[in-house]
C-alpha cells in the first residue's frame, strides 16, 4: 500500500470532531476512570484495615499492617496488571480489539465485588482472599490500558488524535477523586452514625465493629461505574483499522465507519483486493529483525521511560498517606480514632486530586496536539525532577511547624507535571507508533514495563522511606523520606534521558508514524 492509503483510513483521519469521537472517549474513559479509582482506593483504606485485624491493645500505638501484608495489599493488583497488560495486549491483536474488551470490564466488576466480600476468621483469611481477588481485579484492570489506548488512537482523526487518548487517560484523575469522595461520604457516614473516641482515650472503643464495613463498600463501589459502561462498549464496532489491516476485510470497514461517521464510504474495489490478499514482505513479527531495526529503539524508549515514570508516579500515589502523617498534615494514628482517619487521608488525597492531578491532565489534553508528545513529556520529566529536589533538599524545613502547607504545594506540583506530562504521554506514544498488527501487543509490552515500575516503587518505597533511626514497627531501617526523594528525583532525571529515544508522531497518520504503508524495499531506498 505504499502507493496510497485505503479510502476508509483517510477518511477516519480528516473526519472533524463529532459525537462519536465524545462517545467513544466516554465508553472507553469510563474503564480509565475505574481502573484508577480500584488501584488506588486501597491506600485509603489500607491504614483502616490495619486497625482491625492487627491492633493490638496492650500497645500504645494503634494497629498497622505487617510490613509483607502492607506490601501485599498495596501491590498484589499491581502484579495482576503488569499480567493482564501482556495477555490482553497479545489477545486484542488476535482476537480484534472489540470481542476482548467486554471481558475486561466483566472481570473488574466481579472481581470489585468480591474485593469487598473477602471473607476468613482470621487475619491471614481476609487478607489472602483480598489479595487474591485484587490479583484478578488488576487482570482485568491490564487489559483496558492496550485496548483503550488501541481504540481510541485507531477511531481518532490525526488532528485531535492525542487530546483524544489524552481524554480517555485523564478520567484516572476523576477516578482517584471518585475515590477519595466515596471515602470521605462512607467515613463521615460511619463517623456520625457511630461515634468513637481516639485510640489515645479508649483503646478498644475507638475500633467500633461497623468499621469493618468502611473499607468493604468504599471498595465495592468501584463496580457502578464499570457496570454502568458494559452496555455501550458491546455496542461499539471493531476499529476500521483492524478489521482493515489485520482481518484483512477493507469493505467491512468502510461499512462499520460509514454507519459511526454517518456518511457513505466507497472503498476502491483494487485497494481492498490489495488488501484481503496481503503481503508477505510487510507480515514481519515483534522478535523479527524487521521489528527490530524499525521499531526496536522505539520500544526500548516506550518501555524505559513508562518503567522510570511509574516508580516515581506510585511511590507518591500508594503512600502519599504517610507522607502527609510524616510532615504533620494527618495528625498522630493515635490521636484519632480508626473511621477518623479514613476520612482524614480521603481529605487529603482529594485535595491533592483537585489542585494537581486533574489538572494537569486536562493540560495535557489541551496542549498535546500543539507542543506535540516530545516537548510534554521532556519537560514532566525535567519539572518533577526540580520539584522532587525542592522536596528533598530543605525536607527538615517542610516538617517544622508552618511549613506542612508549603510542602503538600510542592508535593501537588509534582503530581501536575506527571499528568502534565509523562504519565500521560507514556500512555499516548505507545498507542500510535507501532503497526496495527502489534499496537495492542506493543502498548501492553510498554504499559507492563511501567506496572514493574509500579510494583518497585510499592514495594520498595514502603522499605526505603522507613527512618534509619526510628523504623516503624516491623521494618529494617531503611534510608528515610528524604533520601527517599533524593532517589525518585534521580528517577526522573533519567526518564528525562530516556524521553530522547522517543519520535514524535504529532499530526502525522497512524500508518505514516509506524511506516506501515511503506514496504521494507522502499524504507532501505527512502
Partial sequence: MADGQLKVLTTLDHARTQWYHFMAIVIAGMGFFTDAYDLFCISLVSKLL???????????????????????VNGVALCGTLAGQLFFGWLGDKLGRKSVYGFTLVLMVVCSVASGLSFGRTAKGVVATLCFFRFWLGFGIGGDYPLSATIMSEYANKRTRGAFIAAVFAMQGFGILFGA??????SAGFRNAYPAPSYADGRAASLVPEADYVWRIILMFGTVPAALTYYWRMKMPETARYTALIARNAKQAAADMSKVLDTEIQEDADRAEAVAAGGASNEWGLFSRHF????????VATTSTWFLLDIAFYSQNLFQKDIFSKVGWIPPARTMNAVEEVFRIARAQALIALCGTIPGYWFTVAFIDVAGRFAIQLMGFAMMTVFMLGLAAPYHHWTTPGNHTGFVVMYGFTFFFANFGPNATTF?????IYPARLRSTCHGISAAAGKAGAIVGAFGFLYAAQDPHKPEAGYKPGIGIRNALFVLAGTNFLGMLMTLLVPESKGMSLEEVSKENVADDEEATA
Avoid: W
Avoid at 499516548?428 to 500510535?432: C, H, N
Fill in 428 to 432: 499516548i506514544v505507545p498507542a500510535e
Fill in 50 to 72: 490495619g486497625r482491625i485485624y492487627y491492633t493490638d491493645i496492650a500497645s500504645d500505638t494503634p494497629g498497622s499492617l505487617p510490613p509483607n501484608v502492607s506490601a501485599a
Fill in 292 to 299: 527490530v531495526r524499525r521499531h526496536g529503539v522505539h520500544l
Fill in 181 to 186: 469522595i466515596v471515602a470521605l461520604v462512607v
